[in-house]
């Protein structure tokens, strides 16, 4: 009954390789995001979508797309990955589209090696 | 740009004390504030929000006070206990829409 869950909760790859990691959320909520948090805890949005539609994309570079197959889920899919990718990605919904009172998943570790 | 802030990364608090976690905020037409927990391996947790037409809102054992003038934001836990042990973030919005600016978090440790 976890409300945010993202999957996997660790991946360790090598430069280059593509990966994807998987949100779903069970709150009913119209607006999902993805945020990455560094080595110094600071979290810094990535992209953010109202039912299925993308309205929030930070410079994030184009190896990074995000893909939201219905309002409840949120895939983030990053292609020739590189080491400064590492970090800990969360998932995150919120009722409106009005980035308040987040729900968080429980991250995932991602350490490119 | 506009950022959020906090004056200390790390507060070390006696069990059965009360904590106070500082937050600066530079946009002064940020209108809504907020305060997430994240503990070791979890994602963070909401704890309580306020918008700027208040100036203070309690909650269960926390209270975030909002002094607009100095553009300075709190948190306060009463009587700390060690499940209080956690990183905590201060973030703010402006304008309905808008993203979640996150402050780069403190560190609090209950001394047993």
């Known amino acids: 009954d976890t409300a945010v869950s993202q999957t996997p909760k660790y991946l360790v790859t090598q430069m280059g390789n593509d990966k994807s990691i998987k949100c779903e959320q069970n709150?009913?909520?119209?607006?999902m995001y993805w945020y990455k948090q560094d080595s110094k805890k600071f979290l810094k949005i990535m992209f953010s979508?109202?039912?299925?539609?993308?309205?929030i994309n930070e410079t994030v570079p184009n190896r990074f797309s995000p893909k939201s197959p219905d309002k409840a889920h949120l895939n983030l899919h990053i292609n020739s990955l590189e080491l400064g990718d590492s970090a800990v990605y969360f998932c995150?919904?919120?009722?409106?589209?009005?980035?308040?009172?987040?729900?968080f998943g429980s991250g995932t570790q991602l350490s490119v090696l | 740009g506009e950022n959020v802030g906090l004056h200390l990364p790390t507060l070390s608090v006696q069990e059965g004390d009360n904590s106070i976690i500082n937050c600066a905020y530079s946009?002064?037409?940020?209108?809504?504030f907020i305060w997430y927990k994240q503990e070791s391996g979890k994602g963070p947790q909401f704890i309580i929000d306020?918008?700027?037409?208040?100036d203070k809102r309690q909650g269960q054992r926390v209270t975030v006070l909002l002094n607009k003038t100095v553009k300075h934001l709190s948190l306060q836990i009463a009587a700390t206990q060690p499940g209080d042990s956690a990183v905590y973030f201060c973030?703010?919005?402006?304008?309905?829409?808008?993203?979640?600016?996150f402050g780069g978090g403190t560190r609090v440790l209950v001394k047993p």
């Open positions: 995150a919904s919120s009722r409106l589209a009005t980035n308040e009172k987040l729900f």
């Open positions: 979508y109202n039912n299925k539609e993308l309205i």
């Open positions: 946009n002064s037409a940020s209108d809504y």
């Open positions: 973030a703010e919005s402006y304008a309905a829409g808008n993203k979640l600016t």
């Open positions: 709150l009913g909520h119209d607006t």
């Open positions: 306020i918008r700027s037409n208040m």
